[in-house]
């Protein structure tokens, strides 16, 4: 535990508002100009906008559905994107969660508050996790993945639970630092 406390407070340290900038800007220019391509690339590769990745909560079973719904080509272009595009996007919206979450947190007194800079680390990571269960699942169909295909579901719904809880604190941290930049404004 202390190593997750001195990983947290490095990041404090490191991380200032030119930091929260350049990951909003990358993120941003990220949603704006890669995102949409990259979905209508798999939507014209699989034949469908349907994704396990983009899904909250769904079965092994709707996964194997899926599989079977994008076809030989389809399931080859989605664990190539897996491995591509889906290796940086997590890494673009953990820079942007963490270091915005860092920037809006830092002057947080209670301790244990200030860890929640971590979140998206764990949401990277199980997007990981996701990733490579989903991609066993397609590569190995019409064949059954027991394993992979139990725990690409549950991968999934921690790995958006985390991202969501993430962009909570986001706005939560915004709404504490105009507080206080409002609380500190010297009366006129």
Sequence with gaps: MKN??????WLYKKTGWKTAFAASAVFILFMVFVLPNAAQSS????GTGESPDGSYLYSAQTLYEIAESYG???????????????????????FFLASVITFFLRRLKP????????LPFGGAAFDFLENISASAVMARYPAKTPVA????PVFSFIKW??????????FLGLI??????IRKKPDA
């Design 72 to 94: 030989e080509k389809g399931r080859d272009h989605y664990i190539k994107a897996r491995f591509t595009f889906d290796v940086i996007w997590p890494l673009v919206y953990l």
């Design 176 to 181: 504490i630092w105009v507080y206080e930049k």
């Design 161 to 170: 639970s985390l991202i969501y809880a993430s962009f909570g604190v986001v």
């Design 111 to 118: 301790q244990l508050l200030k860890l929640a800079n971590l």
């Design 4 to 9: 997750v406390h001195v990983f947290s407070a």
């Design 43 to 46: 939507k014209e590769a699989t």
């Design 149 to 152: 295909a139990e725990l690409t």
